[in-house]
C-alpha cells in the first residue's frame, strides 16, 4: 500500500442515496482469480529494487470503477458519476497514470457520446472527487510525476481518446488544458472535423482544420495521440507535429492482422517523431498466432516486436484496462466503442479465424495486476535495470519534457 493513501473511497463526503444514486461497485484488484508472473527470491529483490528506483507511468488506462452488475453501466454513466479505485492503485506499482475517464461510454446528456458538455462534465466530476483528497494528484507537469514517486501518492493525467467534442472550436483545446488534460486524440475511430478514424473505409487524412489542432495543441502542450486515427491520418499528424506524437495504446498489426493494430509504417513514423509506442492489452485486441488466447504473453509478443521494429527507447506500455466487467462492457458497448468496424482484419482465412474468446486477459485483468506483472515479466526475462526503467516510464518522462511546455 502506497504511504501517503488514507482509505479515502469516492464522494465519501455526501451521502449516497440522498445526495446521489450509488451502485454497488468494489475497488477491487482480484475481481478474478489473480495471477502472478513467477519470480524466483532473486527476482523478487530485483522486482522490489527496480519498483524503487523507477518512475511507473502508464500511457492508458481507465482508472474508474464499473458497476459490479455490468448491465447496470448505461444507468451509472447516466448519473455522472464516476467512481475511482483509488484503493487499488494504492496497492499497484504505478506513480503516474494516464486516464482516459468515461470516453466513448459518456452518455451522460447524450446518445451517442463525444459531446463537449458530457465530456466537461465527467472531468469536472472526477476532479471535484480528487479534490476532496490527498493520495491521487492532478499531475499538471513533469514535475508533479516526479513528487508524486517521492511522496508515495500517484499522478493522475487525464485524457481523451478522441477530439469530436472539440468540433471547430480551436480554443477548446486550451479550454481542456486549463482543465488539466493533459493527452488528447487526433480521432476515435469515427471520423471527426480533423481526420479519420481506422473505423472509416476511407481516409482522407488530417483536414485543414486538423492541422490548425495539431498546432495548437504543439504550443498549448498536450500530447497528440493516434492510437484510434487511420494511417493517413497518423502519417499526416506526424508530417505536421512539431512535437513527438505517440500511440498511447496499439499493438503491432504484423503479429495479428487487424485494423485496430499498426502497420510497421505506422510504428516507424512515431518512433520517427520521437514518439513512444505504448502496448495495449483490452481484451482481444493484442493477440499473436504464437499466442492466439490472448494473455500477458501475447502482450508481450507485441511489445518485443515493436521494441525490435524501432528500439527501446520508443517502446511503452498503456495497457487500456479497467476494474471491472471489461468484456461485459465491450459486449454491452459496441456500437458506441465501435468495435465491429474498428477491429476488422484485412485476411479472413487461417489462424486467425477461429481464435479464443476469453472472459479476461490472464495477468492483465485490471491496470493493478497489469502493471504488477509487466515487470515481473521484464525481471523474469532478464532485461536490465537501464531498459526497464525506460520501458515502464523512462521514456514517457522523456517525451513529456519535449511536450508539456
Known amino acids: 500500500m502506497k504511504k501517503a493513501y488514507s482509505g479515502y473511497a469516492s464522494y465519501s463526503y455526501l451521502e449516497p442515496g440522498v445526495d446521489y444514486r450509488a451502485f454497488e461497485t468494489?475497488?477491487?484488484s482480484e475481481r478474478v482469480e489473480p495471477f502472478r508472473v513467477p519470480l524466483d527470491a532473486a527476482?523478487?529483490?530485483?522486482?522490489?529494487?527496480?519498483?524503487?528506483?523507477?518512475?511507473v507511468i502508464s500511457l492508458h488506462e481507465h482508472v474508474g470503477i464499473f458497476p459490479d452488475r455490468v448491465e447496470e453501466t448505461p444507468d451509472y454513466v447516466r448519473e455522472g458519476r464516476m467512481t475511482t479505485a483509488f484503493r487499488a492503485l494504492a496497492e499497484s506499482r504505478l506513480d503516474a497514470v494516464f486516464d482516459n475517464l468515461l470516453d466513448g461510454l459518456c452518455h451522460i446528456e447524450s446518445k451517442h457520446g463525444w459531446k463537449w458538455n458530457d465530456v466537461v462534465h465527467d472531468l469536472g466530476m472526477r476532479l471535484c472527487d480528487l479534490a476532496h483528497q490527498a493520495f491521487l494528484v492532478p499531475a499538471r507537469g513533469v514535475d508533479d510525476i516526479l513528487r508524486a514517486k517521492e511522496e508515495g501518492r500517484v499522478a493522475w493525467v487525464?485524457?481523451?481518446?478522441?477530439?469530436?467534442?472539440i468540433e471547430n472550436e480551436l480554443d477548446?483545446?486550451?479550454?481542456?488544458?486549463?482543465?488539466?488534460?493533459?493527452?488528447?486524440g487526433i480521432a476515435y475511430s469515427e471520423a471527426n472535423a480533423l481526420g479519420s478514424g481506422l473505423k472509416e473505409p476511407m481516409d482522407g487524412g488530417l483536414t485543414v482544420f486538423g492541422r490548425k489542432a495539431v498546432e495548437r495543441m504543439n504550443k498549448v502542450g498536450i500530447l497528440i495521440d493516434c492510437s484510434h486515427a487511420?494511417?493517413?491520418?497518423t502519417l499526416d499528424t506526424v508530417a505536421v507535429s512539431q512535437r513527438p506524437v505517440c500511440l498511447t495504446h496499439i499493438g503491432a498489426r504484423a503479429l495479428w492482422d487487424t485494423n485496430r493494430l499498426a502497420p510497421d509504417e505506422i510504428?516507424?513514423?512515431?518512433?520517427?517523431s520521437g514518439g513512444v509506442i505504448g502496448i495495449e492489452a483490452a481484451p482481444h485486441t493484442t493477440i499473436t498466432e504464437q499466442h492466439p488466447r490472448q494473455s500477458i504473453e501475447?502482450?508481450?509478443?507485441?511489445f518485443e516486436y515493436v521494441r525490435g521494429l524501432v528500439g527501446i527507447d520508443h517502446v511503452a506500455f498503456g495497457p487500456d484496462a479497467l476494474y471491472g466487467d471489461h468484456v461485459g462492457l465491450h459486449r454491452a458497448y459496441t456500437a458506441s466503442l465501435s468495435l465491429q468496424s474498428s477491429e476488422r482484419r484485412a485476411k479472413t482465412q487461417g489462424a486467425q479465424d477461429g481464435y479464443p474468446r476469453v472472459q479476461y486477459v490472464e495477468g492483465l485483468e485490471n491496470p493493478t495486476e497489469a502493471w504488477e506483472n509487466i515487470i515481473r515479466w521484464l525481471v523474469a526475462r532478464d532485461y536490465s535495470d537501464e531498459d526497464i526503467e525506460k520501458v515502464v516510464g523512462g521514456n514517457v518522462l522523456r517525451v513529456l519534457r519535449e511536450v508539456w511546455t
Open 230 to 233: 487511420g494511417d493517413r491520418t
Open 172 to 184: 477548446r483545446i486550451d479550454i481542456l488544458y486549463g482543465f488539466g488534460l493533459r493527452c488528447l
Open 158 to 165: 487525464p485524457s481523451q481518446e478522441g477530439a469530436a467534442m
Open 267 to 272: 510504428l516507424e513514423a512515431v518512433a520517427g
Open 43 to 55: 527476482g523478487e529483490r530485483r522486482l522490489e529494487n527496480l519498483a524503487h528506483r523507477c518512475v
Open 298 to 302: 501475447s502482450f508481450m509478443d507485441h
Open 26 to 28: 468494489t475497488d477491487t
